[in-house]
């Protein structure tokens, strides 16, 4: 039979690692957002450049799209890592009640 066993250190690092993540995923995410749409088109020498206009329009939205998927990510790390110390803390306090429990019984039984 196997045995389940709560690792505190290794959730630890994994939510240390996901609040990272999370801070990563917003610079990133806010950065994007400073990349000039404009720069992906030239003007052409004739015509009325409707094209490179729509184009220039479609990288900004992709720009505020990809922006808004990268905050996403990042709202989704930061809830892990703080579901994570939630766990930690909630085991913590879980283990604390059994073991009190544990004694008191033990103590009751006179052992």
């Given amino acids: 039979m196997s045995r389940i066993e709560f690792n505190r250190a290794a959730v630890g690092v994994s939510a240390k690692k996901d609040w990272a993540d999370s801070d990563m995923f917003g ?15 030239r003007e052409l020498p004739a015509g009325d450049n409707a094209g490179v206009a729509a184009l220039r329009r479609a990288a900004g939205v992709f ?3 990809v922006s808004m998927v990268l905050q996403e990510y990042s709202d989704a790390c930061a809830v892990l890592g703080s579901g994570q110390e939630a766990a930690i803390a909630n085991y913590d306090v ?5 073991t ?12």
């Fill in 27 to 41: 610079k990133i995410g806010r950065f994007i957002t400073t990349l000039p749409a404009a720069g992906v088109a």
């Fill in 100 to 111: 009190s429990g544990y004694r008191e019984l033990v103590k009751r039984m006179g052992g």
């Fill in 63 to 65: 720009g505020q799209n």
């Fill in 94 to 98: 879980t283990e604390f009640q059994n």
